[in-house]
Each structure stands twice: as structure tokens, then as C-alpha cells.
């Protein structure tokens, strides 16, 4: 099953190899302004097992916890394609609708779901957390 992807413009590529540490739906209200939609789908993966090819600008925001997320995008066409936090060491995330295949994407969790809009339709079969897994 390949999990590999690239941006609209194509500039930006990666490879990942080996199992996706997870897969989930991410409503929180930064996600929804990121995406300028309704949630982030997000694969990650241990980071040694991504492979980013070409230049990819970081924004740096501060979570709720205080740590710092680096939310990943395209600087030529504005993609977002991927992202790494301080709450999550060791993990890259990389965005599902970027894709080759995006019919590869199996959601298993949403998260954030206090914050999903009326609009935002969720999936039965995910299970739902009220922000991350592990608060
Ligand atoms: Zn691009
Ligand atoms: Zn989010």
C-alpha cells in the first residue's frame, strides 16, 4: 500500500515506508482555519520513516499546551502537506489529501470533535475523542 504523496504543484514530494502509527480526522479550530475547511485528515508516521523531497516552508504556532506545532505547506502553489509538534516527538504527520492515493486513508479516530462544526459530518465507525488521544 503506498502512503506516498506530493503538493498541487508538485514541488514538494515525499515517501514514507512502514505501518502509520495513526490515522484521524483533526477538528480543532486551527486545522479548520489551516485547511480553510472543516478538518485536517492526518497519517502519521515515525518520522525517520518520511521522506520529504523538495522545500517545504514551516509555520510555528503554540498549541494549548504551549508547545509548538510546525504546520507544513508548499511556498509555490500553498499546499499544506505536512507538520511535526512538540507534543508529538518523533512523529510526521503528513496531510491525506495529499495523497497519490488518498483511497488509502482509513480514518480511525476523530479528534477535537467538541469543536467540529454542525456542517462537518463524522464517520460511524471512528472512534471520537474530545481533543488528542491521550488527554
Ligand atoms: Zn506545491
Ligand atoms: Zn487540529
Given at each position: 500500500?503506498?502512503?506516498n504523496?506530493s503538493?498541487?504543484?508538485?514541488?514538494?514530494?515525499?515517501?514514507?515506508?512502514?505501518?502509520?502509527?495513526?490515522?484521524?480526522?483533526?477538528?480543532?479550530?486551527?486545522?479548520?482555519?489551516?485547511?480553510?475547511?472543516?478538518?485536517?485528515?492526518?497519517?502519521?508516521?515515525?518520522e525517520?520513516?518520511?521522506?520529504?523531497?523538495?522545500?517545504v516552508?514551516?509555520?510555528?504556532?503554540?498549541?494549548?499546551?504551549?508547545?509548538?506545532?510546525?504546520?507544513?505547506?508548499?511556498p509555490n502553489?500553498?499546499?499544506r502537506?505536512?507538520?511535526?509538534?512538540?507534543?508529538?516527538?518523533?512523529?510526521?504527520?503528513?496531510m491525506?489529501?495529499?495523497?497519490?492515493?488518498?483511497?488509502?486513508?482509513?480514518?480511525?479516530?476523530?479528534?477535537?470533535?467538541?469543536r467540529?462544526?454542525?456542517?462537518?459530518?463524522?464517520?460511524?465507525?471512528?472512534?471520537k475523542?474530545?481533543?488528542m488521544?491521550?488527554?
Amino acid at each position: 500500500m503506498s502512503l506516498n504523496g506530493s503538493c498541487l504543484c508538485g514541488n514538494v514530494q515525499y515517501e514514507t515506508k512502514g505501518e502509520p502509527v495513526l490515522m484521524g480526522n483533526c477538528h480543532c479550530r486551527d486545522c479548520q482555519k489551516l485547511s480553510g475547511s472543516a478538518y485536517i485528515p492526518v497519517v502519521a508516521f515515525l518520522e525517520e520513516n518520511v521522506k520529504i523531497t523538495g522545500e517545504v516552508k514551516y509555520y510555528a504556532k503554540k498549541g494549548d499546551s504551549g508547545l509548538t506545532a510546525y504546520e507544513g505547506f508548499c511556498p509555490n502553489c500553498g499546499s499544506r502537506i505536512c507538520a511535526h509538534a512538540e507534543a508529538m516527538p518523533g512523529l510526521k504527520l503528513v496531510m491525506a489529501g495529499t495523497l497519490e492515493e488518498p483511497e488509502n486513508y482509513k480514518p480511525q479516530m476523530d479528534l477535537y470533535v467538541g469543536r467540529a462544526n454542525h456542517w462537518d459530518k463524522l464517520a460511524d465507525d471512528t472512534a471520537k475523542f474530545e481533543g488528542m488521544p491521550s488527554e
